[in-house]
Nanobody, 133 residues
Framework: QVQLVESGGGTVQAGGSLRLSCAVSGYTISSDSHMYSMGWFRQAPGKEREGVATINGYDSPTYADSVKGRFTISRDNAKNTLHLQMNSLKPEDTAMYYC???????????????????????WGQGTQVTVSS
């Protein structure tokens, strides 16, 4: 059974940094026979879940305009872990952050850039990030 467990959230002052991690169990996030697109999404109270950063099956990243230049998504295949390095945090980054994964079975689907929450089948429980001004 696929499980995603996020960690690394917390409270930080504006301008600070946090590094989120998503530990994956139940499958290998990247191998010759199994490839996955993965991503980080966030949801603030009263708002829809939005994409923050995603990475396709070939490790090509995509970022929301609001986080470009500040956030970096990366995948550690040896540790089966996805990370999100968040720098220069702003109060508007405050939200619950979720890790997501979607298997891709062909070269074409693995090259696709997935940015919508509905494109992902597997989700973690979330980790809270709060940025104070």
């Amino acid at each position: 059974q696929v499980q995603l467990v996020e960690s690394g959230g917390g409270t930080v002052q504006a301008g600070g940094s946090l590094r989120l991690s998503c530990a994956v169990s139940g499958y290998t996030i990247s191998s010759d026979s199994h490839m996955y697109s993965m991503g980080w999404f966030r949801q603030a109270p009263g708002k829809e879940r939005e994409g923050v950063a995603t990475i396709n099956g070939y490790d090509s990243p995509t970022y929301a305009d609001s986080v470009k230049g500040r956030f970096t998504i990366s995948r550690d295949n040896a540790k089966n872990t996805l990370h999100l390095q968040m720098n220069s945090l702003k109060p508007e980054d405050t939200a619950m952050y979720y890790c997501a994964a979607q298997p891709c079975l062909t070269t074409l689907t693995c090259l696709r850039v997935l940015t919508n929450a509905r494109d992902f089948d597997y989700w973690g429980q979330g980790t809270q990030v709060t940025v104070s001004s």
